[in-house]
């Protein structure tokens, strides 16, 4: 069995907020966030009525309908995001429950692997398809970020880049041969875990800089710590996502090339047999990088990252929707999916559509 992509959805929410907006919070600008990294404008989810897994619902539905199964077909979930609902359990039994198939009480895996959330995804439903163990799994990548951003000044290196926004794929077992996922290659490095990271709250006591005072963990009377989140942290907003921008540029451009040509090697192709890229959306200037050292034209990459922002798991589903949607992915063709981010993770799949 192979495993092709047989139905894709995305959903995004209605409110749009445009870096004028955001600078009335923050000292940045529109020129500013355009040149650095591409972004016009983002979306934020409606709180309290949209979440991460009622954005999930709305692109799974789209794509179970453009599937051609019933949502009852489905016997898997794959949900790759890192602002779940709640800190556990994870979106996956949310979207399970919010979709209405409980009753055959099929599995639903949660993926935390931030920017390379969806190829983690996608690939491990390759894998359950090619030994035969599932034949639908629905796959989706989704976000709200706003809910989890710092809204000053001190928070606009990482505030800027982010939006909310869900994509849902069904990954199905066809007999056909020569279509479908031809290969994925999923790679790691925790030497910058902290670099690009929402470290609180959590379970490290300060552990990894061997720190307590600056996150409020003190010893107690009690048989354990006692808790993930501290006084300290809600007073110093510690809680909020950090990212070392210079590091993760350097590290990305690097890593996306490697792993797309690991990718074009293995299946025995070159980047001009490419007719579809699809990079994780993570800035304009990376994807131009790429684009640009790999000689590819600009019909062979697609980027909507000006529209929404990063939408970290979600950006591939939502780009590879709207490429699709767009008519520029045809029967046939060969599409590249590349993704980097915290972690560091970075994965690649190549996909014969
Ligand atoms: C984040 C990023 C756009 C920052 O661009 P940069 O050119 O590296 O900018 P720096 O971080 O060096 O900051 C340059 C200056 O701009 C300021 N700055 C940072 N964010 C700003 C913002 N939103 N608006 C205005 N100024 C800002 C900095 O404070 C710094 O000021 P200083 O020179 O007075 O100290 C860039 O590093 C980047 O794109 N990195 C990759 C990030 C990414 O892709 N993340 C997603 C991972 S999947």
């Not at 650095?36 to 619902?57: C, F, L, Q, V, W």
């Not at 050292?293 to 939502?318: E, R």
Request: glycine letters at 10%.
């Amino acid at each position: 069995m192979n495993a092709k992509i047989a139905g894709l959805g995305y959903y995004v929410p209605k409110r749009v907020v445009t870096n004028d907006e955001l600078s009335k919070h923050m000292d940045t600008s529109d020129e500013w966030i355009q040149e650095r990294t591409g972004i016009k404008e983002r979306r934020y989810g409606d709180m309290p009525n949209e979440t991460t897994s009622t954005m999930a619902k709305e692109a799974s539905l789209i794509a179970i309908e453009r599937a051609g199964i019933q949502k009852e077909d489905i016997d898997f979930i794959i949900f790759a995001t890192l602002s779940p609902d709640y800190y556990f359990p994870g979106c996956g039994v949310l979207l399970q429950r919010a979709l209405g198939i409980t009753g055959t009480t099929i599995g639903a895996l949660d993926v935390r692997n931030q920017c390379s959330g969806f190829i983690y995804a996608l690939s491990i439903a390759d894998k359950f398809i090619k030994t035969g163990t599932y034949k639908n799994i629905l796959v989706v990548g989704s976000e709200m970020h706003s809910m989890g951003l710092d809204f000053s000044t001190r928070g606009r290196g990482v505030t800027v880049i982010f939006g909310d926004g869900a994509g849902a794929a069904i990954v199905q077992a066809t007999e056909e041969k020569d279509k479908g996922i031809l290969t994925s290659h999923l790679h790691s490095d925790g030497t910058f875990a902290e670099e690009l990271a929402m470290i609180s709250p959590g379970s490290h006591g300060g552990f990894h800089d061997n720190d307590q005072e600056k996150y409020g963990f003190k010893k107690t009377d009690k048989p354990g710590g006692g808790y993930f989140v501290t006084q300290k942290m809600l007073d110093e907003e510690l809680t909020t996502p950090n990212m070392n921008g210079q590091l993760v540029f350097k590290n990305a451009v690097v890593r996306f090339r490697e792993v797309i040509h690991e990718a074009l090697t293995h299946a025995q192709l070159e980047p001009e047999d490419i007719n579809m890229l699809i990079p994780h959306q993570a800035n304009l200037r990376i994807s131009q990088f790429i684009q640009k050292s790999m000689n590819l034209s600009d019909d062979q990459v697609f980027n909507n990252i000006q529209k929404y922002g990063n939408t970290t798991a979600a950006s591939i589903p939502i780009a590879l929707t709207e490429a699709w949607e767009q008519g520029k992915i045809k029967d046939g063709d060969l599409v590249c999916l590349a993704a980097f981010g915290s972690g560091f993770t970075w994965g690649s799949a190549l996909i014969r559509w």
